[in-house]
Nanobody
Framework: QVQLVESGGGLVQAGGSLRLSCAASGRTFSSYAMGWFRQAPGKEREFVAAIRWSGGNTDYADSVKGRFTVSRDNAKNTAYLQMNSLKPEDTAVYYC????????????????????WGQGTQVTVSS
């Protein structure tokens, strides 16, 4: 069993920054990629960013490109989402997810690609 635990959410003013962490654990944790998704009230869960553990290739939704940065620390089995220049429309519950086997970049943008999910962390950006 794999567990993903997010942390780092909170309330921030527009223009501010937050860094989310996603710590992975489990008996034999092995992941091909980690993804970040978010879900605002009344909306579908949407792709934010993804990173491959090996090589560190990244991908971002257009809405966050240039403001958010995804990274990982392989030794700690932890992925991060640095969020800068936050906007009120970034307000959502943010989830991390792990994909254990190979997937294309386009498939990693799909929430159905992922095998494990964290519990989510609330990010609220005030105007």
């Amino acid at each position: 069993q794999v567990q993903l635990v997010e942390s780092g959410g909170g309330l921030v003013q527009a223009g501010g920054s937050l860094r989310l962490s996603c710590a992975a654990s489990g008996r034999t944790f092995s992941s091909y990629a980690m993804g970040w998704f978010r879900q605002a009230p009344g909306k579908e869960r949407e792709f934010v960013a993804a990173i491959r553990w090996s090589g560190g290739n990244t991908d971002y939704a257009d809405s966050v490109k240039g403001r958010f940065t995804v990274s990982r620390d392989n030794a700690k089995n932890t992925a991060y989402l640095q969020m800068n220049s936050l906007k009120p429309e970034d307000t959502a519950v943010y989830y991390c997810a792990a994909k254990t086997l190979f997937a294309t970049s386009s498939w990693l943008r799909n929430k159905n690609a992922y095998d494990y999910w964290g519990q989510g962390t609330q990010v609220t950006v005030s105007s």
